[in-house]
């Protein structure tokens, strides 16, 4: 398909949600072989433009266009809601397809699992049928809603691979930064109902982005200066005319003078208005839209270093399946820990074993029975979605009413959205939600499951800073790379069906064969220059020199290290 054909044109498009316009008259092209990444905050309609495209909503006005036998593959936002995605999976038309992609994402053999295994699929393994099934149908145009959400490190590298091999168009709705930076070459803004293009990758255009921004703002506070000054003149006029016309009334032999004196000040005054007024519908700069400031606050007590969990010989297994065993590891008051592990493995069984949900298999699991823990699991369905974000939390206090709104508001979500019922909210919303029942309590442990799924950036990039200012302990799960390597300095890793504990940052863990071959170049150049000045000694010295014995010495046992690191 040629590069420069026009896939995609939305012309006039608008979308609204019980009168709030979500989308304002939409104008949008894509090209075949486009690389799009679809941003902006929770709620700004990302999704519904997604869903629009597929044909999944109709729009209130305007068109969608795509190209004729164009052949769309979409990933939904949250798989949690596909209930048919196993069904759908396994009756599709490239079956073999399927089976080869969902081995190659880690689902060894899944044609040969049983139906109690198929049942109880983590997130992410259930994500990883949603995309084989979406690769399979060989599509020409790919929309992914958050594609990285619950995907593991194995998943994100061969999605990347992927991607950038596929011939046909992107259209990526993340919000996570490092996937985006190595796949997008072009970045659409939805803000306010209305599309913005910025060319590059994620990086390029927050750059631009606030370029553009502090253009703006610069070039306002020179307008807003010049208004003040004009008004300052108009205020001056005014009084001298006032001044006039009172004394037209009052002083005897000055009165016509005075007249038009006031007369004359008042056609300045409506000529400056006039001018200004015009310069104003011509040239007037909007204020720029301040990014939102999300603002979250966790108070927490206690000393550092007193372990509160640890495993003995622990063992977690199923009927026919056994996700660990023999594993040991422990958490100290105050450390922030990542859990990682591919898709299935057990990472969040072994929170709810934490939690006291799940029973132990075998070997011994405690922890101090002080802790007061908060959990937040990566599941936003089991809200209710007809009753709105208070009656959802359960309070009836009116202090507490308030400080809920109150933080609510600080993480985004106005009024507007706090009266209106869940079930109209983004995910990303929904999630905030949720992190609200956490923020009104006191916690000394956060056990956060992928709680950056649907968050939009701000919310992101606060939530690191606020973690990183928090005392208690924090047990992570997420596959956001950027979120874990800048909260995490230490591990639990599933690894060959054990658990165990490792000291050290996920990016030395997942980048630990490239350090390993760099520390290997690196002793194989010091051996090489070793053995090059020996051998320049030994080119100057006598064979009958007793130093010639000792540097022969030295220079056969640098071979032999030499041979071995190479093999």
């Known amino acids: ?3 420069n054909r026009v896939i995609l044109k939305i012309t006039g498009l608008e979308k609204s949600y019980q009168s709030r316009k979500v989308l304002d008259h939409i104008q949008f ?41 164009l052949k769309v593959g979409y990933l939904l936002q949250s798989i949690d809601y596909q209930l ?43 994500l990883k049928l949603a995309l084989s099934n979406v690769w399979a149908s060989k599509p020409d145009l790919l929309i992914l809603d958050e594609p990285t959400n619950h995907l593991d490190y194995k998943g994100i590298k061969w999605l990347t691979s992927e991607m950038k091999k596929f011939d046909g168009a992107v259209l990526i709705i993340s919000h996570d930064r490092h996937f ?9 803004e939805i803000e306010n109902g209305k599309l913005h293009s910025y060319n590059g990758n994620y990086t390029d255009y927050r750059k631009e982005k606030q370029k553009k921004i502090e253009t703006q703002r610069h ?121 990682l592990g591919e898709n299935g493995c057990g990472k969040t069984t072994l929170i709810k074993m934490i939690l006291e949900e799940e029973p132990v298999t075998n070997g011994d699991l405690w922890k101090s029975q002080s802790l007061n823990i908060a959990y937040l699991s990566q599941d936003v369905a089991d809200l209710p979605e007809d009753i709105t974000p208070i009656e959802a939390l359960g309070l009836y206090d009116r202090e507490q009413i308030f400080k809920a709104r109150t933080i609510l508001a600080n993480l ?16 990303g919303e929904r999630t905030r939600v949720k992190l609200v029942d956490i923020l009104m309590k006191d916690y000394d442990v956060l056990i956060l499951d992928e709680p950056t799924n649907h968050m939009d950036l701000p919310s992101r990039e ?40 490792l000291e050290m940052k996920p990016d030395e863990y997942l980048n630990k064969n490239h350090h390993e071959k760099d520390n290997k170049q690196e002793t194989l150049m010091i051996l090489e220059n070793q053995i090059a000045a020996i051998l320049g000694e030994l080119s100057t010295l006598d064979q009958n020199d007793p130093k010639y014995q000792l540097l022969d010495q030295q220079f056969n046992e640098l071979i032999k290290q030499k041979r071995n690191l190479i093999r």
């Not at 966790?298 to 399946?321: C, M, Q, T, V």
């Not at 985004?412 to 995910?427: C, D, R």
């Not at 799960?477 to 979120?483: A, K, L, M, R, W």
Request: one cysteine or more.
């Open 84 to 126: 048919n995605v196993i069904h759908e999976s396994f009756t599709t038309s490239n079956n073999q397809d399927f089976f080869q992609i969902a081995s190659e994402l880690g689902l060894k053999k899944i044609y040969e699992w049983e139906q109690s295994r198929l049942s109880n699929l983590s997130g992410g393994e259930k």
């Open 412 to 427: 985004g979500l106005k009024e507007q959205y706090i009266t209106k019922p869940i079930g109209t909210l983004s995910l």
């Open 180 to 188: 985006l930076d190595q796949i997008v070459t072009r970045v659409v």
């Open 219 to 339: 070039y306002y506070e020179v307008q807003q200066r010049q208004i003040e000054r004009i008004e300052e003149q108009l205020h001056q006029l005014k009084t001298w005319s006032e001044k006039a016309h009172s004394r037209s009334t009052k002083e005897e032999g000055y009165k016509e003078y005075h007249r038009v004196k006031a007369k004359k000040r008042d056609q300045q005054i409506k000529s400056k208005m006039k001018r200004l007024h015009q310069e104003l519908s011509k040239k007037k700069v909007e204020k720029p839209l301040e990014e939102p400031k999300v603002k979250f606050e966790f108070d927490s007590n206690g000393k550092r270093g007193k372990r509160i969990i640890e495993a003995k010989n622990l063992s977690k297994s199923y009927p026919g399946r056994i996700l660990f065993q023999n594993s040991q590891f422990y958490i100290n008051h105050g450390e922030r820990i990542g859990i």
């Open 29 to 69: 092209e894509m090209k075949n072989g486009e690389r799009i990444g679809l941003v902006g905050y929770n709620g700004t309609g990302k999704t519904t433009l997604a869903n629009l495209i597929f044909g999944k909503l109709q729009p209130d006005n305007g068109t969608i266009e795509l190209a004729k036998d």
């Open 1 to 3: 398909m040629n590069n």
């Open 462 to 501: 606060q939530l690191e800073k606020t973690l990183n200012e928090y005392t208690g302990t924090i047990i992570l799960v997420s596959h956001d790379y950027y979120f874990l390597n800048k909260l995490c300095d230490k591990l639990i890793v599933f690894e060959g069906q054990q658990v165990k504990r």
